[in-house]
């Protein structure tokens, strides 16, 4: 199993931008489909976007398309998120998942490598 750690939440004030990071080792980084969920308090995580392995293919939530772009550097074993325009309801904690094989898909359940969470807070 791959191991994930992500950096780079904090606050930021509404219209301002963040970039999350995560690092990816324990594995080869292109046997996996890697995305973003996002979990605010009290509700379920969600998926937010996705990457298949080489890139060649993304995925977004519409709640997040336009503003948010997700990346891949195989050289490095990262993925990356780069949020834009960021409103208050994008309060969550943000986490790196990865899911093996070629297919991508919004399914949490599908996903089986997480990891600690990184939390972003938008300031209204």
């Known amino acids: 199993q791959v191991q994930l750690v992500e950096s780079g939440g904090g606050l930021v004030q509404a219209g301002g931008s963040l970039r999350l990071a995560c690092a990816a080792s324990g ?12 979990q605010a308090r009290g509700k379920e995580r969600e998926f937010v976007a996705g990457i298949t392995w080489n890139g ?6 519409d709640s997040v ?14 993925v990356y998120l780069q949020m834009n325009n960021l409103k208050f309801e994008d309060t969550a904690v943000y ?8 297919i991508l898909t919004k399914e ?3 996903f089986n490598s997480w990891g600690q969470g990184t ?6």
């Open 27 to 38: 594995d080869i980084f292109t046997n996996y489909v890697m995305a973003w969920f996002r």
């Open 56 to 61: 060649g293919s993304t995925m977004y939530a």
């Open 65 to 78: 398309k336009g503003r948010f772009t997700i990346s891949r550097d195989n050289g490095k074993n990262a």
């Open 95 to 102: 986490y790196c998942s990865a899911r093996r094989g070629t």
């Open 108 to 110: 949490v359940s599908r």
């Open 119 to 124: 939390q972003v807070t938008v300031s209204s």
